[in-house]
C-alpha cells in the first residue's frame, strides 16, 4: 500500500513568515498534486507536479518534486492571513490504479 | 452554478437508520469518487466509478454502499449507520486520462450519527 506522510500535521506563524509543508513516500508516484481546503468547502487543485526535480511557482507558493518521485514539498514565502486553510498532497501511484492517494494534511493558521 | 454538488450539506441521524448522500455533477466526467475526511486523517477513499457500469471499492468501503445511476449521479448510502461514521463527506469527479487528473470535489456532507 503506497502512503503519503505530511508534516507538520499543524503550523500557526505570524504573517509575513515563511513556511514548509513536506509530503513524503517510501514510493513512488507517477505525480503529486497539492490541494487547498477551506472550511465549508472541497479541496481545491493548486498544482500537479509531473517529473522528478520539477519546481513550478504560484505567486508566493512553490512546489517541488523530489527526484525520485518519492516526496514533495510546499514552500509559501511571506505567508498572508488568505493562505490559512488545510493543505493535502496527493499522489497518482505507479501502478496507475486511476486512484489519488492522500496524505493526511497539513493544517496552516496564518495570524495577522 | 456548482460543478458537483452534493445533498444534503449536513444529517443528523441516529444509530441504525438508512442514509442516503447524494452527488450529482455537470461536468461530464466519467470517473466519480466517494471520499471520507476524520481530522487528522486526510481523505479516505470509500468507493469508485470509472464509468456507469463500473463500481470498485476503496479502502474503507465496509458499512457503505453506492450506486451509479447516471454518468452525472453517484450515490453513498450507510445501510445501518453508526457513530464511527460521523464525518465529512466529499464526492469528486476526475476526466479519463490517468496518472495526473484533477479532481474536481463537491462542497461535502457533514453527517453526525448519534
Known amino acids: 500500500t503506497q502512503l503519503l506522510e505530511q508534516s507538520p500535521q499543524f503550523l500557526s506563524i505570524q504573517e509575513g513568515e515563511n513556511l514548509t509543508v513536506y509530503c513524503n513516500s517510501s514510493?513512488?508516484?507517477?505525480?503529486l498534486q497539492w490541494y487547498r481546503q477551506e472550511p465549508g468547502e472541497g479541496p481545491v487543485l493548486l498544482v500537479t507536479?509531473?517529473?522528478?526535480?520539477e519546481v513550478k511557482k504560484l505567486k508566493r507558493l512553490t512546489f517541488q518534486f523530489g527526484d525520485a518521485r518519492k516526496d514533495s514539498s510546499l514552500h509559501i514565502t511571506a505567508a498572508q492571513p488568505g493562505d490559512t486553510g488545510l493543505y493535502l498532497c496527493a499522489g497518482y501511484g505507479s501502478s496507475n490504479t486511476g486512484k489519488l492517494i492522500f496524505g493526511q494534511g497539513t493544517t496552516l493558521q496564518v495570524k495577522p | 452554478d456548482a460543478d458537483v454538488t452534493q445533498t444534503p450539506r449536513n444529517r443528523i441521524t441516529k444509530t441504525g437508520k438508512r442514509i442516503m448522500l447524494e452527488c450529482s455533477q455537470t461536468?461530464?466526467?466519467?470517473?466519480m469518487y466517494w471520499y471520507r475526511q476524520d481530522p487528522g486523517l486526510g481523505l479516505r477513499l470509500i468507493y469508485y466509478?470509472?464509468?456507469?457500469?463500473?463500481?470498485n471499492k476503496g479502502e474503507i468501503s465496509d458499512g457503505y454502499s453506492v450506486s451509479r445511476q447516471a454518468q452525472a449521479k453517484f450515490s453513498l448510502s450507510l445501510e445501518s449507520a453508526i457513530p464511527n461514521q460521523t464525518a465529512l463527506y466529499f464526492c469528486?469527479?476526475?476526466?479519463?486520462?490517468?496518472?495526473?487528473?484533477?479532481?474536481?470535489f463537491g462542497p461535502g456532507t457533514r453527517l453526525t450519527v448519534l
Open positions: 461536468k461530464g466526467h466519467d470517473r
Open positions: 507536479v509531473v517529473t522528478g526535480g
Open positions: 466509478s470509472f464509468d456507469v457500469k463500473d463500481i
Open positions: 469528486a469527479t476526475s476526466d479519463l486520462q490517468p496518472g495526473r487528473n484533477e479532481q474536481f
Open positions: 514510493s513512488v508516484f507517477s505525480s
